[in-house]
């Protein structure tokens, strides 16, 4: 069974980086398209940005030209390059295989000043 662990969450002030991880188990990673969602406290969870098996990403409006969404195939790992941070990013952020039921179990992203 396939399974997702994210890292590298952490707390930073407004327009500091971090790079979060997604290990995946499974063989399957290399043709699989994943994505990153977030949630925010009180509100529904959110998509950020997909990454297809070739490698082209698409990004939801609001992190356009701040986040990269990136994958090494040999190391079974997506990452979440996020730049520019604003308050607004705060959030636990999740990794999935996109549309599929398999999710990891998220990491905090705290962005404050």
């Known amino acids: 069974q396939v399974q997702l662990v994210e890292s590298g969450g952490g707390l930073v002030q407004p327009g500091e980086s971090l790079r979060l991880s997604c290990a995946a188990s499974?063989?399957?990673?290399?043709?699989?398209?994943m994505a990153w969602y977030r949630q925010a406290p009180g509100k529904q969870r959110e998509w950020v940005a997909t990454?297809?098996?070739?490698?082209?990403?698409n990004y939801v409006d609001s992190v356009k030209g701040r986040f990269t969404i990136s994958r090494d195939n040999v190391k079974n790992t997506v990452y979440l390059q996020m730049n520019s941070l604003k308050p607004e990013d705060t959030a636990v952020y999740f990794c999935?295989?996109?549309?599929?039921?398999?999710w990891g179990q998220g990491t905090q992203v705290t962005v404050s000043s």
């Open positions: 499974g063989s399957m990673f290399s043709i699989a398209a």
């Open positions: 999935n295989i996109w549309r599929t039921a398999i």
């Open positions: 990454i297809m098996s070739g490698g082209s990403g």
